[in-house]
């Protein structure tokens, strides 16, 4: 599986990743992507089976990120990640295509479970 972490905080992507080694899915292959700009480009160039995609980023933000990335390929799988997830955004979220959604600072078996969940 590819994984595409997009977060403007480092820290996230050190912790998505430890978590998901220390919980049998070492095998993910991982790309990281610090804005909703290089997100949109990775997804064309790495071609991530899943994106863990934040809300709030720099230049662009994650819902409008999302909305570039599902009309690209509506059948990605992205889980959106925030630390202020509010139900306006969560019901933005999902009407633009996303499959799950995470509270930061997210724990192990949240993260785990989610993407467990979204998988085929």
């Not at 972490?5 to 992507?13: C, E, L, P, W, Y």
């Not at 998505?16 to 949109?40: P, R, S, T, Y």
């Not at 990120?65 to 959106?80: G, Q, W």
């Amino acid at each position: 599986m590819k994984l595409l972490i997009v977060d403007d905080a480092k820290i996230i992507h050190f912790m998505a990743k430890k978590i998901l080694k220390e919980n049998g899915l070492a095998d993910v292959e991982c790309q990281d992507a610090f804005d909703g700009n290089e997100a949109v480009w990775q997804v064309h160039k790495f071609k991530p089976d899943l994106i863990l995609l934040d809300v709030e980023m720099p230049e662009r933000d994650g819902i409008s990120a999302l909305e570039l990335i599902k009309k690209n390929d509506p059948n990605i799988i992205v889980i959106m990640v925030s630390s202020h997830g509010s139900k306006t955004m969560i019901s933005k979220a999902t009407s633009l295509g996303a499959n799950g959604f995470i509270q930061k600072p997210f724990d192990k078996d949240e993260l785990c479970s989610c993407i467990r969940k979204v998988l085929p």
